[in-house]
């Protein structure tokens, strides 16, 4: 009887592998990431701003770059009277986000006035 353990072959394709298939294998695990980010930002968003900030403005969606899962860019819904407040409180609410993450996860963040939100 013969004890050797067989050779492993690796299963030869017929062609390359395009460029796309690579590249959603290999990107998987941060997509994942950025997904999960913006489904928690958007669930403890009154515990990230609080909650009189939380009435005045909603997080849209979060933008990050391709190769990257850091220094994102936030789109938040505002009240137009407040807007002027808030912008000046950016920098605030960026280090909150930090924070709350533990990362610099979003880099800059761009305000869509909404009138929904007005009081």
Do not use: C
Not at 90 to 103: K, N
């Amino acid at each position: 009887m013969n004890t050797t353990p067989k050779p492993h072959y690796r299963k030869r394709r017929l062609f390359p592998r395009t460029l796309d298939e690579v590249v959603k294998v290999t990107t998987k695990p941060m997509l994942d990431a950025q997904g999960n980010f913006t489904i928690r930002l958007m669930r403890d968003w009154t515990e990230i701003v609080g909650r009189e900030a939380a009435r005045s403005m909603q997080p849209k969606k979060v933008i990050f770059p391709k190769t990257e899962a850091t220094g994102g860019i936030l789109h938040l819904s505002v009240a137009p009277e407040l807007a002027p407040e808030i912008q000046y409180r950016l920098e605030a609410i960026i280090e909150q986000i930090a924070r709350y993450t533990g990362f610099k996860a979003v880099e800059r963040i761009i305000l869509h006035a909404d009138h929904t939100l007005s009081n």
